[in-house]
């Protein structure tokens, strides 16, 4: 049994997605950098899906940055990505929590 502890288990807010049937889960960071991690079904999807994703397994993520509080808002300007990840499995949410975590605050 793996008892490794991982970011994607760690403390983070969730509650149903509201642009359709899913969860949104947001993870904060002491760098006051986040994650938005997603998976959504809607009537209007391609395969049923309005996230970047195909199945139960899959997860789209964004970078947030966060402001006052719990405010936040989507960033485009780090090295990780330019645009929301989809089509991502657990690990590769864990993987780029870690560089997320890790970023420098500017």
Same mark, same amino acid.
């Given at each position: 049994m793996n008892t490794k502890k991982t970011l994607f288990?760690? &403390?983070h807010s969730e509650k149903p997605h509201n642009a359709g049937v899913g969860i949104q889960k947001i993870y904060k960071f002491d760098n006051g950098f986040g994650a938005s991690v997603v998976r959504f079904?809607? &009537?209007l999807g391609l395969n049923g899906y309005g996230s970047y994703t195909d199945n139960e397994k899959e997860w789209e993520l964004a970078v947030i940055?966060?402001?006052d509080g719990d405010n936040y808002s989507l960033t485009y300007d780090t090295e990780i990505t330019k645009n929301v990840l989809g089509h991502l499995e657990e690990e590769d949410v864990e993987e780029y929590l870690q560089k997320i975590k890790a970023l420098k605050t500017k």
């Open positions: 288990s760690a &403390p079904r809607t &009537p940055k966060f402001g």
